[in-house]
């Protein structure tokens, strides 16, 4: 039997959900928790098992902490990378958005919070939100494909068609990473909020994850477009440093 074209992206849809679920908590799920709507990660990246892990600890303790002190006034997804907090969605007054960033900086492992969400008359519909899936599902299907992407270690936040990208990456990985989430259909806007390695830290993170091994102490990275000599590699303030770039869809 053949499915016609109109059922297919709700499949697609219903299935990352389900998969959000049914994966082992060892591992960092493909689509994770609050952010399973509009977030991707692939399993394999370069943090460590016990960094993803921490990691997704930290999703949880924000996202449980929002619904226990913004109940329905905030919708937020909650993206962390190696201890820096993403955080998108929508929220109906300025008052709750800074309570949001208060709350996040709380809790234990928190590098820097970088607030994205959107302060705004009306909350995202379940269209809206259908949507952002939808783009984040056909932006990671696009990294995976591109050559020279390191797609296992790049995570995929949308929120209102807008793409944010996350991950340990070299300059040029992470300006071919952008370039071609740019391309996909339906997408606004990319901003990257990469934290930046050399390619020598790239190649020895990668051999320490195929081999099982250790890859030593953390390189120290940078905002993508700085230099990297000599500086630290959490992304600092509410909103992203000036090495944050947005590239605008035409």
Known sequence: MTLKRPFIRPLIICAALL???????????????????????????????????????????????????????VRATVTVYDGVVLLTGDTIGTEFKAKTTEVARKVENVKSVSNKIDVVKQMAS???????????S??????????????????????????????????????????????VSGVKRVEKLFQI?????????????????????????????????GTSGAMGGDTPPAGVQAIPIQ
């Open 197 to 229: 390695i050399t390619p020598e830290q790239a190649k020895r993170l990668d051999d320490a994850a195929r081999g099982g091994g250790s890859s030593g102490a953390k390189p120290a990275t940078t905002p993508l477009g700085e230099n990297s000599t």
């Open 126 to 136: 379940f269209s809206v939100v259908s949507n952002d899936i939808w783009i984040t």
């Open 138 to 183: 056909k932006v990671m299907t696009t990294l995976a494909t591109t050559k020279d992407i390191p797609s296992r270690t790049i995570v995929v936040t949308t929120d209102r068609s807008v793409v944010y990208l996350m991950g340990l990456v070299t300059q040029r990985e992470g300006d071919l990473a952008a370039a071609a989430a740019a391309q």
């Open 19 to 73: 998969g959000a679920g049914s994966t082992l908590t060892a591992c960092v799920p493909l689509l994770i928790g609050g952010a399973a709507a509009t977030t991707g990660v692939v399993v394999v990246d370069r943090r460590t098992v016990g960094e993803q892990v921490e990691d997704k600890s930290i999703e949880l303790k924000i996202g449980g902490q929002f619904r226990a002190d913004f109940g329905d006034a």
